[in-house]
């Protein structure tokens, strides 16, 4: 059974920077893509980027170039970096993996920036 783990989430100040982690655990050969997510409680859950099989990356327009999505070398852990940080980044970051047309997703890590 493969699981998803985040970490790094923290209380920050608006302009300062974190670093999310995501690894899979399980027997895992590797995944299509590798996403993060994020969700305010009483909205709904929202894409934030995406890194895919063949290392492309894609981003929210809203995050302006703030964010960037990496992974390891094994393809089992991925990480979200995140600078320049707004009070409205605010929220539960989770994790999700694709292995064909099934998604994994992690339990979140809570993320909050102050102004």
């Known amino acids: 059974q493969v699981q998803l783990v985040e970490s790094g989430g923290d209380l920050v100040q608006a302009g300062g920077s974190l670093r999310l982690s995501c690894t899979a655990s399980?027997?895992?050969?590797?995944?299509?893509?590798m996403s993060w997510y994020r969700q305010v409680p009483g909205n709904e859950r929202e894409w934030v980027a995406g890194?895919?099989?063949?290392?492309?990356?894609k981003y929210a327009d809203s995050l302006k170039g703030r964010f960037t999505i990496s992974r390891d070398r094994t393809g089992k852990t991925t990480h979200l970096q995140m600078n320049s940080l707004e009070p409205q980044d605010t929220g539960v970051y989770y994790c999700?993996?694709?292995?064909?047309?099934?998604?994994?997703w992690g339990q979140g890590t809570q993320v909050t920036v102050s102004s």
């Open positions: 399980g027997r895992i050969t590797s995944f299509s893509a």
């Open positions: 999700r993996a694709s292995l064909g047309t099934a998604n994994i």
């Open positions: 890194i895919y099989s063949n290392g492309a990356t």
